[in-house]
């Protein structure tokens, strides 16, 4: 039978034996395959160390013609540091940053909670992790050789271009992490603090979105509900269904040290309390400055608001494992109390909010069966709350990458 030796560093080594043949004399054998002492040879065979040399490889349970088995040198030194050493090294890194913490106990709990507790485990759990990604590539190594054995297979030429895919993929992602790692970061919305009649609030800077927006609780904190024209209201229409109770034509917003009039539309909902749209910043000539990272206004630079200065809900942590599968949802359009825009001669009826005006046959469509969804129920609800569907609400969520924020300005 074949023996492959696969070392620290990804090194084959095959030795050819007979089953009954002792451990010890093996390790012999290995010894003028890899230049690794017998002393200093760790063997490990799916996950468990063969450490008795009088035993035989059939008695010790390693089957099969062309069995793998894991060498590492007992005291094996990389960089003048020890594996034992590097592990420390990282589990130390982990502990001193929370968001790689945060990522890796979403990816791997077990290994998280051993960096944090028990730095035995962590390091043998680590050794485990490379075995097995040592295993995978051989493994992939030897299906290759398999796939090549005849070049006249469709199916096997099929798999082989497969492979060479997703290999492409693996190196374009590695070239990303290396050049562009800031790409795989979080990004978080834009934020500013503002006061709407003296009442202070953190305002969602949204430049896709038509209309400033805001919702009735905060208006009724800055007092300009009495100001609301009712014969504004309606629905919008997008991803969702959100109802608009109307609008208030104008009230005193300040930001930084100057006083600015705004029009806010009065939508049902409560993941934002107030979203500056495009028609407040056109109308002031504000402009997003991402490199400075401010919102310059008339000659004033606002400062977006950081991460932990966010209301809790736009803090919300995005799962590593859920990547966008969608894009952003057209934007719909609203009309008041479900009349027909074009029977009535009232100028805030039939107007958009990121569209042309809808059309004044409504197309039917059947009512889909609750989907099953992998976000949390009370992302889900928040949605359902601003009048989406819970179809809809799910694939707001899927589209935003789990971000509650995202997916309300997408509904609107």
Do not use: W
């Not at 919300?316 to 952003?328: A, F, M, Q, V």
């Amino acid at each position: 039978m074949e023996l492959t030796f696969v070392n620290d560093l990804g090194q084959t080594f095959v030795v050819e034996i007979d089953p009954n043949m002792e451990l010890e004399n093996v390790m012999a054998l290995l010894e003028a395959e890899s230049g690794i002492p017998v002393s200093e040879q760790a063997l490990h065979y799916e996950g468990r160390e063969l450490s008795n040399p009088k035993s035989t490889i059939r008695g010790l349970g390693v089957q099969g013609e062309n069995a793998m088995i894991v060498l590492r040198r007992k005291v094996a030194s990389v960089g003048g540091r020890t594996i034992e050493q590097d592990a420390e090294m990282m589990r130390l890194q982990l502990l001193g940053d929370p968001t790689l913490m945060a990522q890796l106990r979403e990816a791997q709990p077990e290994l998280a909670d051993a960096a944090q507790n028990n730095s035995a485990r962590f390091a043998e759990l680590l050794r485990a992790t490379r075995e097995r990604q040592m295993s995978a590539e051989l493994l992939q190594q030897q299906e290759i050789a398999r796939l090549n054995a005849d070049p006249f297979d469709v199916e096997a030429q099929r798999k082989i271009e497969e492979a060479i895919r997703q290999q492409a993929v693996a190196e374009n992602m590695e070239h990303a992490l290396e050049y562009s790692p800031e790409s795989f970061g979080r990004v978080t919305m834009l934020y500013i603090p503002l006061e709407v009649n003296g009442h202070p609030i953190k305002a969602f800077v949204d430049s896709g979105a038509q209309q400033t927006i805001m919702n009735p609780e905060t208006a009724e904190a800055c007092g300009i509900m009495r100001l609301l024209d009712t014969r504004f209201a309606g629905m919008a229409r997008g991803v969702g269904v959100a109802k608009i109770l109307g609008r208030v034509h104008s009230a005193q917003l300040k930001v930084a040290d100057l006083f600015l009039p705004c029009s806010f539309t009065i939508m049902e909902g409560r993941d934002v309390d107030l979203l500056l749209g495009l028609d407040m910043l056109k109308a002031h000539q504000a402009c997003i400055d991402l490199e400075k990272n401010v919102l310059r206004i008339q000659g004033r630079e606002v400062k977006f608001l950081p991460e932990h200065e966010l209301p809790d809900k736009a803090r919300d942590p995005i799962d590593p494992s859920e990547l966008p599968t969608g894009t952003p949802a057209t934007q719909g359009s609203f009309n008041s109390g479900g009349r027909n825009p074009a029977s009535t001669s009232f100028a805030g009826e039939g107007r958009t909010l990121g569209s042309a005006p809808a059309s004044s046959t409504p197309q039917r469509t059947a009512a889909p069966r609750a989907p099953q969804s992998s976000h949390s129920e009370e992302k889900i609800s928040m949605l359902i709350d601003l009048g989406a569907t819970r179809e809809v609400a799910i694939r707001s969520l899927d589209a935003a990458g789990g971000n509650v924020d995202i997916a309300a300005s997408l509904l609107f």
